[in-house]
């Protein structure tokens, strides 16, 4: 059971949007940047945004982050095949001193 | 462009130890990050191992810590883990990431390794 709480598994079809939720608490994401990975089958994590809302370099503006108080949101819009992937959040916990991630999030393009 | 690549033995036998290295090209390990390891147990989710800075700041997963040792090699620009008293939980990929520094706490992964399996079995 993860301390950060997301759906197991969200779908959509292609060229429509989803958003991944990631729930915690005032000891985590209420008070530390949130970030979001995507994970392909058999490859390394992938950044995609990091504290909360920002994109690094060369991840298209498909891809979008917020946060709420002590919840965080993943947005993608114009869904692809191509974004059939697990999907992490990942912040700091001060009273763990560690660092988090969520369960993940299966993401189905149908 | 930074690059880590991590190496080790893919078969422990349980109660050994378990050492991995992490070798960093295109960054200073000197040079304000934290770098730490990650790992993945087959079909599951990620998991925080430990993440240290040059500076000397360590942080650890408590759930590890009492078995957990990371060190930095700034002459090879490398990094190390041991994990002792491993069991078949401590199967899983491995990765190694450099962690953005943040002066209370290790921050996000940015760059990581492509990650390597260690399965503990007899």
């Known amino acids: 059971q993860s301390v950060l709480t997301q759906p197991p598994s969200v779908s959509a079809a292609p060229g429509q949007k989803v958003t991944i939720s990631c729930s915690g608490s005032t000891s985590n994401i209420g008070n530390y940047y949130v970030s979001w990975y995507q994970q392909l089958p058999g490859t390394a994590p992938k950044l995609l945004i990091y504290e909360n809302n920002q994109r690094p370099s060369g991840i298209p503006d498909r891809f979008s982050g917020s946060k709420s108080g002590t919840s965080a949101t993943l947005g993608i819009t114009g869904l692809q095949t191509g974004d059939e992937a697990d999907y992490y959040c990942?912040?700091?916990?001060?009273?763990?001193?560690?660092?988090?991630f969520g369960g993940g999030t299966k993401l189905t393009v149908l | 462009q930074v690059q880590l690549q991590e190496s080790g033995p893919g078969l422990v036998e349980p109660s050994e130890t378990l050492s991995l290295t992490c070798a960093v090209s295109?960054?200073?390990?000197?040079?304000?990050?934290?770098w730490g390891w990650f790992r993945q147990p087959p079909g599951k989710g990620l998991e925080w191992i430990g993440s240290?800075?040059?500076?000397?700041?360590?942080y650890y997963n408590p759930s590890l810590k009492s078995r957990l040792t990371i060190s930095l090699d700034t002459s090879k620009n490398q990094f190390s883990l041991k994990l002792s008293s491993v069991t078949a939980a401590d199967t899983a990929v491995y990765y190694c990431a450099r962690q953005t520094y943040y002066y209370d706490h290790s921050g996000f992964p940015d760059c990581w390794g492509q990650g390597t399996l260690v399965t503990v079995s007899s």
């Open positions: 990942e912040t700091w916990d001060r009273t763990l001193s560690a660092v988090l």
């Open positions: 295109g960054y200073s390990i000197s040079s304000g990050y934290y």
């Open positions: 240290f800075y040059h500076g000397g700041s360590t």
